[in-house]
């Protein structure tokens, strides 16, 4: 029988670009965690307001938060695998820089995959506005994922993921400007099912997007993912993304 890190060491991985407004409950929300050993990398994507300054007032007072900077402005993806690229952690986990968790968040997920034997994990979420208040939404994650399952859409949060590094070596999103965090779900399902747990355990700031915006998004990206990234045929990739669109446009109304 494999030994068990009860203490794990998480790495959190964060993109930032002009984030400086909901940086400070961000880094908050990640210091209140109960499991307490981890390490938190933000990769600054060329901000061009305080946020530098403000991540390396809370460095000061906590090794644990690591910062680095790009030299161009590259987009989240890239900067995403800058931050795995330095990981350390037994676990990798992702939240965006204006989104939260709650306290108990990284200790219960640690656990929930350790007893479980699972390497791949997601769970719920629920929704807060612009200024953090709270929108009664929650996204509940599905039980049990395949990669069958995600073609369709994607089920997954990613301020919810984590995954085992030690099972499957750092993991890295492929060079497309958006949907890059639905690529890397879609490898990582190729090699074990993912599991979702079925409590709220971070919150998700919504914008100002419109959902025509985000439908163009949707049809650009995952035709991306679906023939370059995962080079499915021509019909499936149209299946799939008529699949993708219908799905999606039943979750707005």
């Not at 880094?27 to 499991?35: D, G, N």
């Not at 390497?119 to 049990?144: A, C, W």
């Not at 919504?206 to 370059?228: Q, V």
Request: proline residues 2%; contains cysteine; positive net charge.
């Amino acid at each position: 029988m494999t030994n068990v890190n009860m203490n794990p060491l998480i790495t959190i991985v964060t993109p930032v670009y002009n984030s400086e407004k909901y940086l400070a409950a961000h880094l908050k929300s990640v210091q209140a965690q109960t499991h307490q050993n981890w390490e938190h990398i933000l990769v600054d994507d060329c901000s061009k307001d305080g946020s530098e300054a403000l991540i390396r007032s809370f460095q000061e007072k906590d090794e644990r938060i690591v910062y680095h900077k790009l030299i161009t402005n590259q987009g989240a993806g890239v900067a995403r695998n800058k931050a795995i690229e330095l990981a350390k952690g037994d676990y990798i986990a992702f939240l965006d820089s204006d989104d939260l968790w709650h306290p108990k968040k990284l200790e219960k997920q640690v656990h929930f995959m350790q007893s479980n034997q699972y390497h791949f994990s997601f769970t719920d979420y629920d929704v807060i506005d612009e200024k953090g208040q709270s929108l009664n939404k929650i996204m509940r994650s599905k039980p049990h994922v395949t990669y069958k399952k995600a073609l369709y859409k994607n089920p997954i949060g990613c301020l919810t993921v984590m995954y085992d590094v030690n099972y499957f070596g750092k993991q890295y999103m492929p060079s497309i400007r958006k949907r890059q965090d639905y690529a890397l779900w879609l490898k990582l399902l190729k090699k074990t099912d993912g599991y979702g747990l079925n409590e709220s355990l971070s919150s998700y700031r919504t914008g100002n997007d419109s959902i025509s915006a985000n439908k163009l998004d949707l049809i650009k990206y995952e035709w991306k993912i679906y023939r370059e990234v995962e080079q499915l045929s021509w019909f499936k990739s149209v299946f799939f993304l008529v699949s993708a669109v219908i799905l999606k446009m039943k979750s707005y109304f």
